[in-house]
């Protein structure tokens, strides 16, 4: 039997269920479906479509290069390529955003009137959506009892699953509406991208690299060097488990396998794994997550749309320097330190009252790890109007953030080398700095760094009674 391999968001072979069903029903045809037409607005950014093509090329490196592109809307695609191909079956490996899910509805429903047959699988997370639930059948709004309750006291996830030794593979044929990687334009025409990647060991054999990595220097350390982003103690898997090199079965069973039970630093690593899995809950039982406030009452904020506040923000020029080396480390790298994600996000909506959405989608477009599900609800969060969203009254200080968890200055200076001589004193904080020591430094404020563009004091005091002054219910 020759079987349709439809990759998605699982660009790996190793634990890969949908592949391992392919492989051991006959000769396996692996293809990618580049669907711009069906995602609409949630088609990716810029960024992932740079981390995609690269990941491509390995994927199409380990089947021998009989991976098969198309572009276009799998809908109409995958009914020509049975068609044409005379293929008996085709599996894929489930995705939860929910375009996806109504995409691929249609096209299990459309295949199964023709006989053909078609199999899904859970690659891609622990438990889905509609597995955790409360013990009276609804779902969870909180994420620690869906973690603590919800996912500890469910089953286990699988344990992964290794590959078969003998995939054999269908001869490649030349179809009518094939592709080649090229022809996805999945780079800008612009080489802006070059520096971002030079850092990442993009594809399985990268992933791999990067969990075991970690694994060795990271997670021994992991619950308080998380949120130093000068020390290499976050995982930096995001990437990974967004486009499938790694399987979140693969980085769990890992984890476990190298610290003890009980260890803070495992139990704190893998919460951060439910985060993600919450995230995902969410949008599938929400699935206007998005683009609306799950809280409705904030349906009556009043934002402030300020153009020239906005491109500050985007382009790490804000004047305080905690938030601009963030926005700066994520525009060269196409990544950001997760700390440094939630204090940018608490200035752009709380400091400068700008609308969570504009977060989210220069975010969307700027991240390597870009996923709709995690954006989506992580904006919710710190904006105050998400299922379990931060405090409105919870406005990180950038001044104090930096000192906190940048307190000798190294990650700062690195992304804003302006900086580089301010004293540790002042670095957060360079417009309260004697003149004789900004010149000492120098630094012109206005000219070779900008000035705080907005007061800290002035816009806390504002937000607060932006927020006192919604509803009290929606």
Not at 3 to 12: G, Y
Not at 69 to 93: M, S
Not at 226 to 235: E, F, L, T, Y
Not at 377 to 406: H, L, M
Request: charged residues 25%.
């Amino acid at each position: 039997m020759k079987t349709i391999m439809w990759f998605r968001q699982d660009l790996r072979l190793n634990d890969n269920p949908a592949l391992i069903e392919a492989a051991n029903s006959g000769r396996v045809m692996p293809i990618y479906i580049l669907d711009d037409i069906n995602s609409l607005s949630h088609k990716m950014g810029a960024a992932s479509r740079v981390w995609l093509h690269y990941s491509l090329i390995e994927l199409n490196k380990t089947l021998n290069g009989n991976l098969t592109f198309f572009k276009g809307a799998a809908d109409k695609l995958i009914p020509e390529i049975i068609e044409e191909t005379q293929t008996e079956k085709i599996v894929w490996n489930r995705c939860y955003e929910p375009w996806r899910i109504d995409r691929d509805t249609r096209i299990k429903k459309q295949l199964k009137e023709t006989k053909i047959g078609v199999k899904s699988f859970n690659g891609s997370l622990l438990w889905e959506p509609q597995q955790i639930q409360k013990s009276d059948g609804t779902h969870y709004r909180v994420f620690t009892p869906f973690y603590r309750k919800g996912c500890l006291g469910a089953a286990p996830p699988r344990a992964p699953e290794a590959l078969p030794s003998n995939i054999q593979f269908a001869e490649k044929l030349n179809l009518a509406k094939d592709c080649t990687l090229e022809e996805l334009e999945l780079l800008p025409k612009q080489a802006w991208y070059h520096s971002m990647i030079k850092d990442w060991k993009i594809g399985e054999v990268g992933a791999r690299d990067s969990l075991n990595e970690f694994l060795t220097k990271g997670i021994s350390s992991y619950k308080s060097g998380r949120n130093i982003p000068s020390q290499k103690s976050v995982s930096r898997l995001s990437p990974r488990l967004h486009f499938g090199e790694l399987s979140p079965n693969q980085i769990w069973y890992s984890a476990q396998q190298m610290l003890e039970p009980g260890d803070t630093n495992l139990d704190c690593f893998l919460s951060e794994l439910g985060w993600r899995e919450f995230s995902h809950h969410l949008h599938f039982h929400y699935p206007s997550l998005a683009n609306e406030n799950l809280n409705a009452k904030f349906n009556a904020f009043s934002w402030k749309t300020t153009i020239e506040s906005l491109k500050a923000w985007q382009k790490g020029m804000t004047g305080y320097p905690i938030v601009d080396a963030g926005m700066r480390e994520l525009y060269q790298t196409g990544y950001m330190h997760n700390r440094l994600r939630m204090v940018v996000g608490s200035f752009l909506v709380k400091n400068l009252l700008q609308h969570w959405h504009h977060g989210r989608d220069w975010f969307h477009n700027c991240l390597v790890d870009a996923d709709l599900c995690v954006n989506s609800a992580s904006w919710q969060w710190i904006a105050g109007c998400g299922a379990d969203a931060a405090p409105y009254f919870r406005i990180f200080n950038p001044v104090t953030q930096g000192e906190k968890f940048d307190s000798e200055g190294h990650y700062t200076k690195k992304w804003v080398p302006e900086l580089t001589n301010m004293p540790k004193k002042y670095l957060f904080c360079p417009w309260q700095a004697p003149s004789e020591i900004l010149e000492e430094s120098g630094v012109q404020l206005g000219k070779t760094y900008p000035m705080p563009i907005v007061d800290l004091k002035v816009s806390r005091e504002l937000a607060l009674q932006a927020f006192s002054d919604l509803p009290k219910t929606a």
